[in-house]
């Protein structure tokens, strides 16, 4: 777990990654994420929202970790929500949830 919020924050720093509802979004819809993680304890509405619009746009979806523990990684307060917008930051994420 702690490799992948490193992850996260590493990716954030280099500016490929996105937060916030509306943000990840618009990413999805414009074809730029390449990944989405949306946390355990968002809404259920969060959830169904972005597993339909993932699904959609065929874009990988994981369900992991707090919305804490999501807006600490990535130096924020909560985030229900994130998308990894570059391909290698994106697989390998997807190669460290696909461990767990």
């Known amino acids: 777990m702690h490799n992948i919020l490193s992850s996260l924050g590493l990716c954030m720093r280099s500016g490929n990654l996105i937060s916030g509802d ?28 972005f597993t339909n619009l ?13 919305k804490e523990q999501l807006g600490h990684a990535i130096g924020k307060e909560f985030r229900a929500s994130i998308a990894i917008v570059d391909q290698g ?9 696909d461990k767990e």
């Open 22 to 49: 509306f943000s990840v979004t618009e990413a999805v819809r414009k074809h730029n994420a390449q990944l989405v993680i949306v946390a355990e304890d968002a809404s259920d509405n969060t959830k169904k929202k």
């Open 54 to 66: 993932c699904s959609h746009y065929q874009v990988p979806l994981y369900v992991w970790c707090s």
């Open 89 to 97: 930051f994106s697989d390998m994420i997807r190669r460290q949830l």
